[in-house]
């Protein structure tokens, strides 16, 4: 059997022979509504799909569970993360198709081609290796003909030794003190991905042999500062001592705006509580450590360049959670060892990314149908929805994954983008957001829906003569809220029901609106790392089928430009009084002009510091601020 044509640089997806047979074949799907193709018993069997989720993967242990599910009661082994998308509005034809396009679009060229370090983000001329940051150290990953693991596993040496050091008080403060608060500093991807993993970890189940990561972390704290608005500075500080505290900036070249004037308010937050220290004894030497590879700027601003952390160009801000930008800040927190399993976790789908069939790939089966619904079926949005609080995080975080990688308008070329793609990513935790947001997408616009739970529960609580325990009843809804939105409710229905003509309009349910259901046997550190390379890899499918270049943001770029011209203006009228109006439109102006006009001039340059008033706990400040 011939296999598909590749798609070269003249030719493009959409103008394929397997596009063009999707095309077709949605016709045929408009014709179909899922409360019927949900009692094809065969058909949901095709789209369950489970992984280990113990060990890391070996070739050949992903299947389809029609091939994996050996007990002879045709259930699903334990221990396995699970994949349903029989609520997809998609038959078994249709992912065949898919599978075809993604052999059209040569994805497993392009997978593979990331694995072996190719400068596979060509606006920038950079590798893309973030699944080297999890690698073991037997693992052989190359760029330019340099196997890069021994470097990542030099830098997890160095954080495992420092961390420890911490946590066991042998690195203490300038005043001996041992530091159990950690304020990790950074935005965008040095943020959202720490955060996601930390409040995951924060009530995660134990690993195997082992204690829970929250026993690990008792006693200490770790906060996150990623915005610039001076509340949030007082917020991530409230009721921190500066003598227990230790800051961890993370900037790979040290001079993001935002992420910097954080981290020179809490030196000067840290200098004023405590005072400069000695020359062998510092305080910001003590107390802040760098995520960086921009030694020279490290130890200017003061942080002893033997305390920086690196990393590489080959890792992207929005993959970076697995390297120390995140490894460093969790590891001071629940210790190295539970931090090393959530890498193991990674690595598993890593592995089964790059050797596991497309058919029975979960990223891939995963992206192919995020691509059927944005590209054939016309949803721009998808809802992310955790039913596990520990995972609350877990949509923020894959906005900025998803959006800031295939948020493009053009391909690879430089041609402008013949189909629709990228997605508008939001989400909710659990049955928070049916109180929220579910009105519109059961009776409303049609929005794709990833659900997301757990078997087991973090924390148990059942109460004598209720029918389920809590974790129960969120898993009721967690069953049931796929197949409301399959199923619907129909006028018919309604109405044998005695409900009243004028209220049927109102109480149907077209349904037919597709979702996916992901099933993790818990939450601990190894799965939470599967999940995290699952939407990792799942975005980058999507970005390889389109065309797009998932690895690099421009987009983000101007407006920072524009903000540094706005900040120019700023300084020159709080010294001198005047507002340069030059090159303003009219709106913009008016509105710089309204912002001046309500604050105080300062017409002389400040000659003292002032920081907000929780950081001086000084109630008559705080007071004359109201």
Same mark, same amino acid.
């Given at each position: @059997?011939?296999?598909?044509?590749?798609?070269?640089? #003249?030719?493009?997806?959409?103008?394929?022979?397997?596009?063009?047979?999707?095309?077709?074949?949605?016709?045929?799907?408009?014709?179909?509504?899922?409360?019927?193709?949900?009692?094809?018993?065969?058909?949901?069997?095709?789209?369950?799909?489970?992984?280990?989720?113990?060990?890391?993967?070996?070739?050949?242990?992903?299947?389809?569970?029609?091939?994996?599910?050996?007990?002879?009661?045709?259930?699903?082994?334990?221990? #396995?993360?699970?994949?349903?998308?029989?609520?997809?509005?998609?038959?078994?034809?249709?992912?065949?198709?898919?599978?075809?396009?993604?052999?059209?679009?040569?994805?497993?060229?392009?997978?593979?081609?990331?694995?072996?370090?190719?400068?596979?983000?060509?606006? =920038?001329?950079?590798?893309?290796?973030?699944?080297?940051?999890?690698?073991?150290? =037997?693992?052989?990953?190359?760029?330019?003909?340099?196997?890069?693991? %021994? =470097?990542?596993?030099?830098?997890?040496?160095?954080?495992?030794?420092?961390?420890?050091?911490?946590?066991?008080?042998?690195?203490?403060?300038?005043?001996?003190?041992?530091?159990?608060?950690?304020?990790?500093?950074?935005?965008?991807?040095?943020?959202?991905?720490?955060?996601?993993?930390?409040?995951?970890?924060?009530?995660?189940?134990?690993?195997?042999?082992?204690?829970?990561?929250?026993?690990?972390?008792?006693?200490?704290?770790?906060?996150?500062?990623?915005?610039?608005?001076? &509340?949030?500075?007082?917020?991530?500080?409230?009721?921190?001592?500066?003598?227990?505290?230790?800051?961890?900036?993370?900037?790979?070249?040290?001079?993001?705006?935002?992420? @910097?004037?954080?981290?020179?308010?809490?030196?000067?937050?840290?200098?004023?509580?405590?005072?400069?220290?000695?020359?062998?004894?510092?305080?910001?030497?003590?107390? @802040?450590?760098?995520?960086?590879?921009?030694?020279?700027?490290?130890?200017?601003?003061?942080?002893?360049?033997?305390?920086?952390?690196?990393?590489?160009?080959?890792?992207?801000?929005?993959?970076?959670?697995? #390297?120390?930008?995140?490894?460093?800040?969790?590891?001071?927190?629940?210790?190295? $060892?539970?931090?090393?399993?959530?890498?193991?976790?990674?690595?598993?789908?890593?592995?089964?990314?790059?050797?596991?069939?497309?058919?029975?790939?979960?990223?891939?089966?995963?992206?192919?149908?995020?691509?059927?619904?944005?590209?054939?079926?016309?949803?721009?949005?998808?809802?992310?929805?955790?039913?596990?609080?520990?995972?609350?995080?877990?949509?923020?975080?894959?906005?900025?994954?998803?959006?800031?990688?295939?948020?493009?308008?053009?391909?690879?070329?430089?041609?402008?983008?013949? @189909?629709?793609?990228?997605?508008?990513?939001?989400?909710?935790?659990?049955? +928070?957001?049916?109180?929220?947001?579910?009105?519109?997408? $059961?009776?409303?616009?049609?929005?794709?829906?990833?659900?997301?739970?757990?078997?087991?529960?973090?924390?148990?609580?059942?109460?004598?003569?209720?029918?389920?325990?809590?974790?129960?009843?969120?898993?009721?809804?967690?069953?049931?809220?796929?197949?409301?939105?399959?199923?619907?409710?129909? %006028?018919?229905?309604?109405?044998?029901?005695? &409900?009243?003509?004028?209220?049927?309009? $109102?109480?149907?349910?077209?349904?037919?609106?597709?979702?996916?259901?992901?099933?993790?046997?818990?939450?601990?550190?190894?799965?939470?790392?599967?999940?995290?390379?699952?939407?990792?890899?799942?975005?980058?499918?999507?970005?390889?089928?389109?065309?797009?270049?998932?690895?690099?943001?421009?987009?983000?770029?101007?407006?920072?430009?524009?903000?540094?011209?706005?900040?120019?203006?700023?300084?020159?009228?709080?010294?001198?009084?005047?507002?340069?109006?030059?090159?303003?439109? %009219?709106?913009?102006?008016?509105?710089?002009?309204?912002?001046?006009?309500?604050?105080?001039?300062?017409?002389?340059?400040?000659?003292? =510091?002032?920081?907000?008033?929780?950081?001086?706990? +000084?109630?008559?400040?705080?007071?004359?601020?109201?």
């Amino acid at each position: @059997m011939s296999l598909p044509a590749k798609v070269s640089s #003249s030719v493009r997806i959409h103008e394929t022979q397997a596009w063009a047979d999707l095309v077709e074949h949605k016709k045929e799907i408009e014709c179909t509504h899922l409360r019927d193709l949900l009692q094809d018993e065969d058909r949901c069997a095709s789209m369950l799909l489970s992984m280990p989720a113990a060990n890391p993967y070996q070739p050949g242990e992903s299947q389809s569970a029609s091939e994996r599910i050996a007990n002879t009661d045709g259930s699903i082994p334990q221990s #396995s993360t699970i994949l349903d998308y029989s609520h997809q509005c998609m038959t078994k034809q249709t992912m065949d198709k898919l599978v075809k396009l993604a052999e059209a679009g040569g994805l497993s060229e392009k997978i593979e081609s990331m694995f072996q370090g190719k400068r596979i983000n060509g606006t =920038e001329g950079r590798a893309v290796l973030h699944p080297a940051l999890r690698a073991p150290k =037997e693992e052989v990953i190359e760029m330019d003909g340099t196997n890069v693991v %021994p =470097e990542v596993h030099a830098v997890l040496d160095k954080i495992r030794d420092f961390s420890e050091r911490v946590r066991s008080g042998k690195w203490v403060g300038v005043t001996g003190l041992p530091l159990k608060d950690v304020v990790a500093i950074g935005i965008g991807g040095s943020f959202l991905g720490p955060l996601f993993v930390h409040t995951a970890l924060a009530t995660a189940t134990a690993d195997a042999g082992e204690g829970t990561p929250a026993a690990a972390a008792f006693g200490r704290q770790l906060r996150f500062l990623s915005n610039v608005d001076p &509340v949030d500075v007082a917020a991530t500080l409230e009721g921190l001592r500066a003598e227990t505290t230790l800051v961890v900036v993370i900037s790979k070249t040290f001079t993001t705006a935002e992420t @910097m004037l954080n981290a020179r308010t809490l030196r000067t937050w840290l200098v004023k509580q405590l005072g400069e220290g000695t020359k062998g004894n510092s305080t910001v030497a003590k107390h @802040m450590i760098a995520v960086s590879t921009a030694h020279k700027l490290v130890s200017e601003f003061g942080i002893d360049p033997a305390n920086t952390f690196g990393f590489w160009d080959w890792v992207g801000g929005r993959y970076s959670v697995t #390297s120390a930008v995140g490894v460093m800040p969790l590891a001071l927190q629940y210790g190295f $060892h539970h931090v090393e399993n959530f890498l193991k976790g990674a690595w598993s789908v890593d592995a089964h990314f790059r050797s596991a069939p497309l058919a029975t790939n979960l990223p891939v089966v995963l992206g192919l149908i995020s691509l059927w619904n944005v590209s054939f079926l016309g949803h721009a949005a998808r809802a992310i929805l955790p039913y596990q609080q520990a995972l609350a995080k877990l949509p923020a975080h894959i906005q900025q994954v998803s959006m800031e990688s295939n948020g493009k308008g053009v391909d690879m070329e430089g041609r402008p983008l013949a @189909m629709a793609a990228g997605e508008i990513d939001f989400g909710e935790a659990g049955t +928070n957001g049916q109180h929220s947001f579910y009105q519109l997408i $059961h009776q409303g616009r049609v929005v794709p829906c990833d659900f997301i739970a757990a078997v087991a529960t973090q924390n148990e609580v059942r109460l004598l003569g209720e029918k389920v325990s809590n974790h129960d009843e969120l898993m009721c809804n967690f069953f049931a809220q796929p197949d409301a939105l399959a199923t619907g409710k129909t %006028p018919e229905e309604l109405r044998a029901e005695g &409900v009243g003509e004028a209220l049927v309009p $109102h109480k149907t349910f077209p349904g037919n609106r597709p979702s996916l259901s992901l099933l993790l046997p818990a939450v601990d550190p190894f799965v939470v790392g599967q999940l995290l390379a699952l939407y990792e890899h799942r975005v980058a499918v999507q970005g390889f089928l389109w065309g797009v270049n998932s690895f690099d943001q421009w987009g983000v770029e101007l407006g920072k430009v524009l903000a540094g011209g706005v900040r120019d203006r700023l300084r020159a009228a709080r010294t001198n009084g005047r507002l340069d109006t030059a090159g303003l439109n %009219p709106s913009t102006r008016r509105l710089i002009q309204h912002y001046l006009a309500q604050q105080p001039q300062d017409t002389d340059t400040p000659t003292e =510091e002032t920081l907000p008033s929780t950081f001086t706990h +000084n109630p008559s400040k705080r007071q004359r601020q109201r």
